[in-house]
Nanobody, 123 residues
Framework: EVQLQASGGGLVQAGGSLRLSCAAS????????IGWFRQAPGKEREGVSC????????YYADLVKGRFTISVDNAANTVYLQMDSLKPEDTAVYYC????????????????WGQGTLVTVSS
């Protein structure tokens, strides 16, 4: 059974940092990319960052590039998203997701979703 458990969200002031974790089980990281999406109220779910479980090649959306860092610990089956210099517009529910290798980083490409963790950035 594939399971994804996101954690690490919370309330932080603008300019602060949070680290999200996605603990995964039930599949081989080598066959997938693991990523983070976010959805703010009234907005579409958008891709934030993704990393290949095979070669650790990362992807970042332009809006978070330079501020967020994704990493993966294969031994722990865990993906992390270090979020620095947070802005109020980063406020959203963040979801970790499993995407087949070779797929585009889109919500429609996702095979499995985690439950999500709320990040709130205050001004």
């Amino acid at each position: 059974e594939v399971q994804l458990q996101a954690s690490g969200g919370g309330l932080v002031q603008a300019g602060g940092s949070l680290r999200l974790s996605c603990a995964a089980s039930g599949f081989s990281f080598d066959d997938y990319a693991i990523g983070w999406f976010r959805q703010a109220p009234g907005k579409e779910r958008e891709g934030v960052s993704c990393i290949s479980g095979r070669d650790h090649s990362p992807y970042y959306a332009d809006l978070v590039k330079g501020r967020f860092t994704i990493s993966v610990d294969n031994a722990a089956n865990t993906v992390y998203l270090q979020m620095d210099s947070l802005k109020p517009e980063d406020t959203a529910v963040y979801y970790c997701a499993v995407i087949p290798v070779g797929s585009y980083f889109r919500s429609s490409d996702v095979d499995y979703w985690g439950q999500g963790t709320l990040v709130t950035v205050s001004s």
